[in-house]
């Protein structure tokens, strides 16, 4: 009797060290798989947070594109007004294409000055800007008196290179966002090649260390008589 007593004890030790054994090798998988998976949400999160950042530079500078594209047409109108006004329909035509061209300069830059991270106060500077190029338009179309050679003439030449300036402007805030997207593309493509190195030096660290515990556990296992 007492010696199967003895032997259900030992075979209960037995069991509770498999099992611990077990849980032990569990518990290593857990932390590996634990380890990889936050290493690849790690490297997602910011691979996510670098597109988002480029995505908000390509989208101010899309739209300060358009912002160059309507003042050209504004331009070119002023151009059809000076030349064509006295037909009344074709001064209808052109007045409204350049006051459509004019709201849609307005509203690109704004939309462009809402983007955080970008130069605010200066695009707003050039918004502010092209409102007073308008104004001074609207007061030459005022005073203009278009039925004469003459009279076109001196309205071009009141606002003849007004443009230009602000044009400038445009180009100089559109060189500086393509810099931008470039010097950040750059610098993401870079951060992207780390991140991949560290994940992979991580994963095979994390899968070294869990061969190694699962050998080192095996081999007390083997030499236990």
């Known amino acids: 009797m007492a010696a199967n007593n003895i032997s259900t004890r030992v075979r209960a030790v037995e069991q509770n060290r498999r099992v611990m054994l077990g849980g032990i090798l569990g518990l290593l998988i857990l932390l590996q798989a634990g380890g990889g998976l936050f290493a690849l949400w790690y490297s ?8 988002a950042h ?32 006295r037909d009344p329909v074709l001064s209808r035509h052109h007045r409204a294409s350049f006051q459509a061209a004019g709201t849609e300069v307005q509203t690109a830059l704004g939309r462009a000055a809402q983007e955080r991270g970008l130069a605010t106060q200066g695009i707003l500077a050039i918004r502010d800007a092209h409102t007073a190029l ?17 009279g076109q003439g001196r309205t071009d030449a009141s606002l003849r290179g007004a443009d230009r300036a602000l044009q400038v402007q445009l180009d100089d805030l559109a060189h500086f966002l393509a810099q931008a997207y470039d010097r950040e593309t750059e ?7 780390s991140r991949y190195g560290e994940l992979h030096l991580f994963l095979i660290i994390c899968a070294g260390l869990g061969l190694f515990a699962t050998g080192f556990l095996l081999v007390i296992e083997l030499r236990r008589p």
Request: proline fraction near 0%; hydrophobic fraction near 50%; charged fraction near 20%.
């Open 187 to 193: 610098q993401e493509t870079a951060a992207a090649d």
């Open 54 to 85: 480029l995505g908000m530079i390509a989208d101010a500078l899309d739209t300060v594109r358009s912002a160059q594209a309507s003042f050209g047409v504004q331009i070119q109108e002023w151009k059809n007004i000076l030349l064509r006004d």
């Open 134 to 150: 308008l104004e001074l338009y609207q007061q030459a179309l005022r005073a203009a008196d278009l039925a004469t050679f003459e």
């Open 44 to 51: 997602h999160a910011s691979a996510a947070q670098s597109r």
